[in-house]
Nanobody
Framework: QVQVVESGGGLVQAGGSLRLSCAVS????????MGWYRRPPGKQRELVAS???????NYADSVKGRFTISRDNADNTVYLQMNSLRPEDTAIYFC??????????????WGEGALVTVSS
């Protein structure tokens, strides 16, 4: 019904930049909050950043000033620009979208994740 697909992960040196993209498609009436989460090796998943449909963004303290979340409502896409990357940013990054479907309810949909590896 709804598909969430991340792209843009990869290997980068410390201090470098990467941009993640997440495209949402399917039976969509509207998308509420969109967010990026990550799961570092051996740790639990954590919120990185989220953004409302009106553009209000929220960031984890660990990425403030380095990461920027944005979205394109026309294309149902959310982005995560990651600058000044650190080895501790190494993780699988997941996109989540809260989608209002034509079936009368909103649900959270997750992508399969994109691996980001930052070398020291």
């Amino acid at each position: 019904q709804v598909q969430v697909v991340e792209s843009g992960g990869g290997l980068v040196q410390a201090g470098g930049s990467l941009r993640l993209s997440c495209a949402v498609s399917g039976y969509i009436v509207s998308i509420n909050v969109m967010g990026w989460y990550r799961r570092p090796p051996g740790k639990q998943r954590e919120l990185v950043a989220s953004i409302t449909s009106s553009g209000t963004a929220n960031y984890a303290d660990s990425v403030k000033g380095r990461f920027t979340i944005s979205r394109d409502n026309a294309d149902n896409t959310v982005y995560l620009q990651m600058n000044s990357l650190r080895p501790e940013d190494t993780a699988i990054y997941f996109c989540k979208a809260n989608v209002q479907t034509p079936f009368g309810y909103a649900s959270d949909y997750w992508g399969e994740g994109a691996l980001v590896t930052v070398s020291s």
